[in-house]
């Protein structure tokens, strides 16, 4: 069965330090996606970024980076020099299909604060 | 404007009393997804749609029932409500895979808070 754990569940930093989101999970199948989503304070759910298993390549987009290692199966988020609006929720996910059909399971999330 | 709406966004109702939460995409996405979300939880699926007349459940489908009649609805209808149904509900929709890339997005709506007492 598929499982995500993000073992933080509230992490706080001062502005502008670095932060890694850790996010391990389990699978059987070779082939599936993996997801990161932010949940600021207002409620909705923004889609952060979706990689597949065979790309193993790190990503960065502005100052956040992702390094999805699968022989630790993590798939971990780093904010550099964070900001007050990085404060939010951060879920992890895990999808054997890439349709976001069956199967599409989030990890308990990852409260982040950042404080000024 | 590209956007999942849900309806309504704040419902209080009592036990066993029917409801239908709805939700609607402009975006001719084929599939639709619903979730529930609770605390220490994380999102859980609660029913998915590939298309029109095509759905399945997700993992925790007691209780709920959803209908594709068309592609832009996906409502999800609590025939009888209970307590521990009381939860935020989200729905989603996505184009393809084939049309995703790393940053392409699965929108969701805005989220329904439910409270059955």
């Known amino acids: 069965a598929q499982k995500v754990t993000q073992a933080q569940t509230e992490i706080s930093v001062v502005e502008k330090e670095d932060v890694t989101l850790d996010c391990v999970y389990e699978t059987r199948d070779t082939t599936y996606y993996l997801f990161w989503y932010k949940q600021p304070p207002s409620g909705e759910l923004v889609f952060l970024i979706r990689?597949?298993?065979?790309?193993?390549q790190n990503e960065i987009s502005g100052r956040y980076s992702w390094n999805f290692q699968k022989s630790t199966s993590s798939f971990n988020f780093t904010i550099t020099a964070s900001q007050v609006v990085d404060s939010a929720v951060y879920f992890c996910a895990l999808s054997e299909d890439p349709n976001y059909g069956q199967n599409f399971v989030f990890g308990p999330g990852t409260r982040l604060s950042v404080l000024p | 404007e590209a956007q999942v709406t849900q309806n309504p966004r704040y419902l209080i109702t009592v036990t066993g009393k029917k409801l239908t939460v709805t939700c609607s995409q402009n975006?001719?996405?084929?599939?639709m997804s619903w979730y529930r979300q609770d605390p220490g939880l994380g999102l859980r699926q609660i029913y998915y749609s590939m298309n029109v007349e095509v759905t399945d459940k997700g993992d925790v489908p007691e209780g709920y029932k959803v209908s594709r009649k068309e592609k832009r609805n996906f409502p999800l209808i609590l025939e009888s409500p209970s307590p521990n149904q009381t939860s935020l509900y989200f729905c989603?929709?996505?184009?393809?895979?084939?049309?995703?890339?790393?940053?392409?997005?699965?929108?969701f709506g805005p989220g329904t808070r439910l409270t059955v007492l």
């Open positions: 989603a929709s996505s184009p393809p895979a084939a049309l995703l890339g790393s940053y392409n997005e699965q929108f």
């Open positions: 990689r597949n298993s065979f790309d193993e």
């Open positions: 975006m001719n996405h084929e599939y």
